[in-house]
């Protein structure tokens, strides 16, 4: 160790740590030491004694967790939070939202986006992958407040190919910006909005230019019947044939993919990995989830997402561990799929290696970025505790965070938010909500026809 200060030193707290088996283990009356952005060390508590460090928390009664990561989720969106309610899919799409979006400025966006990641930070959310437009203005929310972020520029081939050509442009532009804190993929919309085309010249330029692809499929089971109606295939075949299964390739919600899909997806040459936000998919009343359990066992992690606020209401990443565990133990008919530890795995690991950041985020281990989050567990609600891992995923409240560092940088302190002025977004966005909501020029950016 090095004799000059720690830049962090976070002591008496419980940490959630991965052996070499991955499994989750939790070591008591610990200290964190963080030095340059990263962790230097997880030591005991009576080992810390006598570090010095420019910072200190004193983090007794709580839990270091790694940062949660939303997989996917469209920030900016916060604007439309209870917008569109108890609407069918395409309903929602198509005469709600879509007509809405045609308003969207890069004002609503960067006020949504700095909303947002205040929500975030609050819930403990460090690092978020993002689909949406004016993502230039996202990237410089991102940069100010301090979170991590995975960005694409979203586009549909109606925009012809200067919707791709953006796409690739904005990727490269910011790939690395923020300090290292800023990742990008590309972005198409979906298979139903995007062409066989441009999907295979999406996967071109993904190799060539090595970057991720992040993009919706098979979100439900109507997209992949009306797919197998139309042309004889499902939508994971129509990535297939595309190429984009040769990319590193983050697939939202995937409650669509079906038993013949599945040795497509194991025998894929890229890196595939499928975000799951159920909240959304209870909303909608889909019938499926996504298949947590049948792609674990063909290799394929599942990190956690909320999707955007206007289907899910709420960016909060926790509800989406508690739920996934739920959801999945109600669609397998057993209660022992998903346990707490499993979910665990799937907010912290499982999670960073489905943004591709699975070498530096998503454990608290020594060269890993400082990506930590302190939860409180003195409330009632929390105790007493049995089994630490059930605590956190169903007891435990997205509140109940009380501070977020990204980075080695301290974000929120005590409920504190110290990187973003929430009054002021609000009141800003309050002003301009009834020219953003108007539907009466009747133009969309798109149509929702599976």
Known sequence: MSHSPADLLITGCTVLVHDDQERIGFEQDAAIVVRDGRVESVTSAADAVGLAAVEHI????????????????????????????????????NDVVWPVESNLTEKDVELGARLACAEMIRAGVTCFADH??????????????????HLGEAYFSSQGPQGREKSLEFALRHRGSAGGRITTALAPHAPYTVTDADLAATAE????????????????????????????????????????????????????????????????????????????????????????????????????ATDGAASNNSLDVWESMALTSLVQKSAEGDPRWLTSRQALHHATLQSARAVGLG????????????DIILVDLTGPHTQPVHDLAATLVHSARSADVRTTIV????????????????????????????????????????????
């Open 132 to 149: 949406y437009f004016s993502m230039d203005t996202v990237a410089a929310v991102v940069t100010e407040c301090g979170m991590r972020a």
């Open 359 to 370: 070498d530096s985020i998503g454990c608290i281990a020594p060269g890993r970025r400082a």
């Open 205 to 304: 330029l993904a190799l060539e230019h090595g970057l991720p692809v992040h993009l919706h499929a098979a979100e439900n089971r109507d997209q992949t019947d009306t797919s197998l109606a139309r042309h004889g295939i499902t939508p994971i075949e129509v990535l297939d044939r595309a190429g984009l299964l040769a990319t590193d390739l983050l697939i939202a919600h995937g409650t669509g993919i079906i038993d013949r899909d599945l040795p497509v997806l194991e025998r894929a040459s890229g890196r595939i990995a499928v975000a799951t936000a159920p909240r959304g998919y209870l909303k909608f009343g889909w019938p499926d989830t996504t298949p947590v359990r049948a792609l674990r066992a063909i290799g394929i992690p599942v990190g956690l």
């Open 407 to 450: 980075d080695g940088r301290v974000l929120m302190r005590d409920r504190e938010l110290l990187t973003l002025d929430v009054p002021a977004v609000v009141r800003e966005l309050g002003e301009r909500l009834p020219g953003l909501v108007d539907r009466s020029h009747g133009r969309r950016i798109q149509e929702y026809d599976t």
């Open 58 to 93: 004193d983090a007794r009664g709580q839990v270091a967790l790694p940062g949660l990561i939303n997989c996917h989720t469209h920030a900016p969106m916060v604007a439309l939070r209870g917008l569109a309610e108890d609407l069918p899919t395409e309903e929602w799409f």
